[in-house]
């Protein structure tokens, strides 16, 4: 600790996020002993491949968007540090609809975790599952390779589909057309009865300043049309 000029209480901050994060796992020897994790390599290079994934994904939502003339944005929220365990979803997407009778503006928000090609299973079901907190809806997004057949697709992915429909959650498979990404529906998700303060507190924790103002922007825009 003292090679580092870190403070006791610091110190065990830094090693718990460290921890949930991956990066390093505790071993054996006197006081509990914390080592590199052993696959951190691994998670990295899983973490770089899905990360390629999000660009395409966010702009093939947006083509959506624009053309169904929906009033909607679109974030990366993957990135976000929350202090709850899978508190950020790597897409989210909020839309806003403004209800003339009862005299009130609907904000729904949708999830996206995505996860590369081979590099997912039916944990990343349950990180999905997680997001129920604070989303309407949400999604599991799994790339599908270029270089394997769609046949196999159903086969490949049911346990995970299983799991989804069990517990409300969609089943996305993004398929590659070119530099662009398309996707199949696999499992539609089921809308969830939702915390208002759970996804009040996760707006705040992912929008920012600038993204909860462009999305008040958009709220007056709806609210005035």
């Not at 997004?141 to 057949?149: N, T, V, Y």
Request: aromatic content about 8%.
């Amino acid at each position: 600790m003292t090679q580092l000029s870190l403070s006791t209480i610091r110190y065990g901050k830094v090693k718990e996020e460290l921890l949930n994060d991956g990066v390093i796992e505790k071993c054996g020897g006197q006081g509990g002993g914390i080592r590199l994790a052993k696959y951190n390599t691994v998670r990295r290079q899983q973490n770089r491949e899905e990360q390629k994934l999000y660009a395409p994904f966010i702009t093939m939502l947006e083509k959506e968007i624009t053309a169904n003339k929906e009033a909607a944005l679109t974030y990366n929220t993957s990135t976000v540090k929350r202090k709850i365990k899978w508190g950020n979803p790597d897409v989210t997407k909020i839309s806003i609809r403004h209800l003339p009778f009862f005299q009130t503006t609907r904000i729904t928000v949708t999830t996206y975790e995505i996860k590369a090609f081979d590099k997912f299973d039916i944990s990343s079901a349950y990180e999905a599952i997680a997001h129920k907190r604070f989303a309407q809806e949400a999604y599991l997004a799994l790339e599908w390779s270029k270089d394997e057949p769609e046949e196999k697709i159903p086969y490949h992915v049911e346990e995970i589909r299983k799991i989804c429909e069990d517990h409300g959650i969609g089943l996305i498979v993004l398929l590659h057309n070119g530099s662009e990404l398309d996707y199949q529906i696999y499992q539609e998700p089921k809308r969830n009865l939702h915390n208002d303060v759970e996804v009040d507190a996760f707006l705040l924790d992912v929008l920012g300043e600038e993204g909860i103002a462009k999305c008040n922007e958009l709220r007056k825009m709806v609210e005035t049309s």
